[in-house]
């Protein structure tokens, strides 16, 4: 009996067998969720002419393979900057930099929020090394060109369209932008004539602004920080001198 019992003793004393590895059904948290880039996605929009510009709107398809972080801060920056959060897309675009300092499309974001922000000389550093990084991208050439007539370098503002026209010849901002180094320049018939051509292009964007040409008007003035409205195809909100 006493064996018995000694014996019965250590049996009780073992330890229980583990369960098996797993957790009982509902102990786990859900997963968190991420941010589903494909809800960031550009809208649809009209087909524009092909153009050597760089691709600042990634569709769903693109932003699926985007891995990096710095290319993820640079869509978010685009799209704040759209959007005229210009402080959240400055320090986006400042980020991206940081994690890739040699992203052409990260100085170009950057060149294009201190030029609305009326800085002039920085956005025309930064679009200096976006199109020292690519030369063949329009929209860098064209920001250069934009903070240098802001600038008041007229001459240097009319290359750099030009030389956006010699990448893509259908580039009807680029002939806005060259119609206004034209009238800085005191040639307004010169400035009408590539403003014909920018409306022949783009009549949606830039009709209004040939019309005003063509009766004498003056179409950009330097010193109006709604300047930037011309090249998005909307009227500035201050009236403009006549050349008579």
Not at 84 to 93: F, I, K, P, Q, V
Request: overall charge neutral; aromatic content about 4%; hydrophobic content about 40%.
């Amino acid at each position: 009996p006493e064996m018995y019992a000694i014996a019965s003793s250590l049996k009780d004393s073992d330890p229980a067998p583990e369960e098996a590895p797993g957790e009982p059904q509902g102990a786990r948290a859900p997963p968190s969720r991420g941010v589903d880039l494909s809800e960031l996605a550009a809208p649809a929009g009209p087909a524009r002419e092909d153009s050597t510009d760089l691709d600042r709107r990634a569709g769903a398809e693109s932003l699926r393979s985007v891995v990096s972080s710095g290319e993820r801060q640079l869509f978010t920056a685009r799209r704040a900057f759209e959007a005229g959060r210009l402080s959240e897309a400055r320090a986006g675009a400042e980020a991206a930099l940081a994690a890739d300092p040699a992203s052409p499309e990260g100085r170009l974001l950057l060149s294009e929020v201190l030029a609305r922000q009326g800085l002039w000389a920085d956005a025309a550093h930064e679009a200096l090394e976006a199109v020292r990084l690519n030369g063949r991208d329009g929209a860098s050439q064209r920001a250069l060109a934009w903070s240098q007539l802001n600038l008041g370098n007229n001459r240097e503002a009319a290359a750099g369209a030009a030389r956006a026209l010699g990448l893509n010849p259908q580039d009807a901002q680029a002939f806005a932008l060259r119609a206004f180094a034209w009238e800085r320049q005191g040639r307004p018939d010169a400035a009408a004539a590539d403003l014909r051509r920018a409306a022949a292009l783009d009549p949606a964007r830039f009709r209004g602004l040939a019309e005003r040409a063509e009766a004498g008007g003056r179409v950009f003035e330097p010193s109006d920080k709604d300047s930037w409205r011309l090249l998005a195809g909307a009227a500035s909100r201050r009236p403009r001198r006549d050349w008579k």
